[in-house]
Nanobody, 124 residues
Framework: VQLQASGGGLVQAGGSLRLSCAAS????????MGWFRQAPGKEREFVAA????????YYADHVKGRFTISRDNAKNTVYLQMNSLKPEDTAVYYC??????????????????WGQGTEVTVSS
């Protein structure tokens, strides 16, 4: 599976962005998909995940209520809608695909494939 993330950019605090991650291959619908982010000088951290069917989602506490993950298996694409953005959301955002189990959804080691990242900058 190859992943291509897009949609990042510069936005003012309080604004919104929608990230997309397009996947190649026929097996996209069998993967748990996740979004992670990495700010300068910090470790990569979990943001959100969605089951292969899209029936369940899970969010990190710091984005809960502001971000929404979704997927369209017909289009081999996963999305991250980000609202009420804050300067601390500034980071490079990565999408990832996992063949592994749902209960490890927050762990980077659970994910087998990674996109190249898309940069999000939130100005105050």
């Amino acid at each position: 599976v190859q992943l291509q993330a897009s949609g990042g950019g510069l936005v003012q605090a309080g604004g919104s962005l929608r990230l997309s991650c397009a996947a190649s291959g026929r097996t996209f619908s069998s993967y748990v998909m996740g979004w992670f982010r990495q700010a300068p000088g910090k470790e990569r951290e979990f943001v959100a995940a969605i089951t292969s069917s899209g029936g369940s989602t899970y969010y990190a506490d710091h984005v809960k209520g502001r971000f929404t993950i979704s997927r369209d298996n017909a289009k081999n694409t996963v999305y991250l809608q980000m609202n009420s953005l804050k300067p601390e959301d500034t980071a490079v955002y990565y999408c990832a695909a996992a063949r592994g189990s749902w209960h490890l959804r927050q762990k980077t080691d659970n994910y087998n494939y990674w996109g190249q990242g898309t940069e999000v900058t939130v100005s105050s």
